[in-house]
Every structure is written in structure tokens, then in C-alpha cells.
């Protein structure tokens, strides 16, 4: 079974600066995606970005960008220019891409606070 | 263009009484997925419906918990019985299709059972 590991329960950074949040995930699978999700105090579930595994390249958002680095298992968002509406708690979420396999699956979280 | 709604927002119940938790999907999505989230935790799935049809219920309790997509109107997750431990986070998430489709999230429900 398929597990997404982020092992920072909380993480801060000073305003305007980066920080970069960790993220592992076991799978024996070798086609899947990778997502952040951004929950802030509204509790709304946000998508930040997605990275499919079959690229190389990492994917990027704006100030969001992952590195992910797929032998190791290993998927970080790092956050540039941070801002006082980042501050929530990030998820990882990893989905099989087999169309018969569509749940996500979600590490217990990180709560970033941005200090001003 | 209009995301995922979900209602109430808030929900209060004593032990014992029915919860019913409402999702409506974005526009053009027909197929909705409900997720679980409990304090301090990630989401856990629960369930997968598509119009008319519940395609993988593998992540809800056998019993009490059930879960409809009906062809008119919105998704419904009903909660018989309730009992503190339901007391959570429902997150209610649609997408376009299946396969590569990204889930979008309503706001959630926040379940209190007193």
C-alpha cells in the first residue's frame, strides 16, 4: 500500500523569505501523481500544484515550485517570497494513475506560519 | 464558474440523531469523491460516486454511513445514528473525469456530535 510521509509537523519562515516543506512517499507503482494542497484557516482545500511522475521537469506555480526527485522518493514544495496568506497547513497527496485507483492519499500535514 | 459547494458549513448534532451533508460538484464534473478528515490528521477516503452509481465505498464504515449521487440534484453523505467519534471534517471533491483528473474541493462540513 501507498503511504505519503511529511515528517514537519510545523515550520516557520520569515516574511518575504523561502522555506521548503518535505514530503516522502512509498510506492511500488511507477506512473502516479504528486499534489499540494494548501488548507488555510478556512479550511478550504486548495490545490497548489500537481507534478506527474513520468516528468522529469518539476513543476512550478508562481512562487511555488516543487523539487521532486523520484529514486528517492522524495517530493518538497518550496515556497519563494513567502507571504502572510501562505500561512495554513500544506498537504502532500499521492494518486496511483491507474484509472482504477483514484484515491488520494494524504501525509498527516505541516502547518507553515509566516512571520512578519 | 462556480467550484465545489458543499452545506452547511456547520453542522451540530446530538448522539444519536441523523447528519446529512450536501455536495454539489462543479459544473460539468460527474464524478464526486468524499473524504474524512479527523483533528490533527490527513484526509482519509470514504467514498466514490459517479451519477446514479457508487463505484468504491471501501473507505466507509460498514454500517450507519451511507452515500448517494443521485441524476438530479446534489451528492448526499448520511450519517445514521451519530456518535462522537463521527465528529470531523467532510471534504467533498469532484472531478471532470477519471484517470489523470485533478479532484477540486469544496469547503468541507465540519461535523460537531455533542
Known amino acids: 500500500a501507498q503511504t505519503v510521509t511529511q515528517s514537519q509537523p510545523e515550520m516557520s519562515v520569515q516574511e518575504a523569505e523561502t522555506v521548503t516543506l518535505s514530503c516522502t512517499y512509498d510506492?511500488?507503482?511507477?506512473?502516479?501523481?504528486l499534489f499540494w494542497y494548501k488548507q488555510p484557516p478556512s479550511r478550504q482545500m486548495i490545490l497548489v500544484i500537481r507534478q506527474e511522475a513520468y516528468k522529469q521537469q518539476n513543476a512550478t506555480e508562481n512562487r511555488f515550485s516543487v523539487n521532486f526527485q523520484k529514486a528517492a522518493k522524495s517530493f518538497s514544495l518550496k515556497i519563494s517570497d513567502s507571504q502572510l496568506g501562505d500561512a495554513a497547513m500544506y498537504f502532500c497527496a499521492y494518486r496511483s494513475a491507474t484509472n482504477s485507483n483514484y484515491q488520494l492519499i494524504w501525509g498527516a500535514g505541516t502547518k507553515l506560519i509566516i512571520k512578519p | 464558474n462556480a467550484g465545489v459547494m458543499q452545506n452547511p458549513r456547520h453542522l451540530v448534532r446530538r448522539r444519536g440523531q441523523e447528519a446529512r451533508l450536501r455536495c454539489s460538484p462543479m459544473?460539468?464534473?460527474?464524478?464526486v469523491y468524499w473524504y474524512r478528515q479527523l483533528p490533527e490528521e490527513g484526509l482519509k477516503f470514504m467514498v466514490y460516486l459517479q451519477k446514479e452509481n457508487i463505484i468504491d465505498e471501501s473507505g466507509m464504515p460498514k454500517e450507519r454511513f451511507s452515500a448517494e449521487f443521485p441524476k438530479e440534484g446534489p451528492s448526499i453523505l448520511r450519517i445514521q445514528q451519530v456518535v462522537r467519534g463521527d465528529s470531523a471534517a467532510y471534504f467533498c471533491?469532484?472531478?471532470?473525469?477519471?484517470?489523470?483528473?485533478?479532484?477540486?474541493f469544496g469547503p468541507g462540513t465540519r461535523l460537531t456530535v455533542l
Open positions: 459544473k460539468g464534473h460527474s464524478h
Open positions: 471533491a469532484s472531478s471532470l473525469g477519471i484517470g489523470t483528473d485533478t479532484q477540486y
Open positions: 510506492t511500488s507503482e511507477s506512473d502516479y501523481y
